[in-house]
């Protein structure tokens, strides 16, 4: 009993040293983007996940698919510090970022690892729009497929679904296609992309159907109502855009 009693604080302190250390990812991503050490800012992301790599190499592609998502998160919050207009916004980003690292990816239950997927497909498709909304149109397909490819994988794997790697596949498919074809007439609301508006529209409804269905929860009332909000902001966001070749 003793012995017990003895090993929970050290337990318990091990636990508190490791968030302060993991909270000063974002710390020092802020500081290194105010000394304008940029590549360096986002190395300290990337070098953050060097236990993905400290196995044999065999096993580093399910490694870093598996920590795909908070790659991408990691990474957007990253380039939004960079590209934050004022200091009072990088400070707003860098809070995000920590609260991401502290208080959200270490979750595992269904409902967060929904909101961990959510967030990688959003963060991830709007830092690519940011960052790279002017370059070819290439580029933006197969980076769009990657994040609604990766994304969903992470979503579905807490479902244990038989067919998870079809449907993530099909969805960055989805993506991708309609980064293509959106890619031509690339429309921006203030900062917000319409590709990336309409895809994470498209994907909240779905989720949530798909989500509701797996828990036992969806009535044929709550699918319609889904369905019909989905369906009136993607035709809203159709019918009222300015279809030239601008930005609004």
């Known amino acids: 009993?003793?012995?017990?009693?003895?090993?929970?604080?050290s337990r318990g302190f091990s636990s508190i040293l490791h968030i302060l250390l993991v909270a000063t990812v974002p710390i020092l991503v802020y500081m290194l983007v105010t000394l304008s050490f940029i590549p360096l800012a986002y190395a300290i992301v990337l070098?953050?996940?060097?236990?993905?790599?400290?196995?044999?190499?065999?096993?580093w592609p399910a490694n870093i698919r598996a920590n795909a998502v908070d790659i991408i998160v990691g990474l957007s919050l990253a380039s939004f510090i960079v590209e934050a207009p004022s200091q009072?916004?990088?400070f707003a980003w860098m809070i995000i970022y920590?609260?991401?690292?502290?208080?959200i990816k270490p979750r595992s239950t269904t409902f967060w690892t929904a909101i961990q997927a959510g967030a990688s497909q959003v963060l991830g498709l709007a830092a690519i729009y940011l960052l790279w909304g002017h370059a070819s149109l290439l580029l933006l397909v197969i980076s769009s497929w990657g994040v609604c490819y990766?994304?969903?994988?992470?979503?579905?794997?807490?479902?244990d679904e038989p067919y998870n790697s079809l449907i993530s596949h099909a969805w960055g498919y989805f993506g991708g296609a309609l980064t293509w074809i959106l890619g031509?007439?690339?429309?921006?609301?203030?900062f917000i992309a319409q590709p990336m508006l309409i895809l994470s529209v498209a994907a909240l409804g779905m989720a949530a159907l798909y989500y509701l269905e797996?828990?036992?929860?969806?009535?044929?009332?709550?699918?319609?109502?889904?369905?019909?909000?989905?369906?009136?902001?993607?035709?809203v966001v159709i019918l009222f855009s300015s279809w030239g070749?601008?930005?609004?």
């Open 1 to 9: 009993m003793n012995r017990i009693a003895r090993l929970k604080p």
């Open 184 to 190: 031509h007439w690339l429309l921006y609301y203030g």
């Open 88 to 90: 009072a916004w990088r």
């Open 150 to 159: 990766l994304s969903a994988r992470h979503f579905l794997g807490s479902f």
């Open 214 to 235: 797996n828990n036992d929860r969806l009535s044929t009332f709550v699918r319609r109502e889904i369905l019909l909000i989905m369906s009136a902001v993607i035709i």
């Open 245 to 248: 070749d601008r930005a609004v």
């Open 98 to 103: 920590g609260i991401w690292l502290t208080l």
């Open 47 to 59: 070098l953050s996940k060097w236990r993905m790599l400290a196995v044999r190499p065999r096993h």
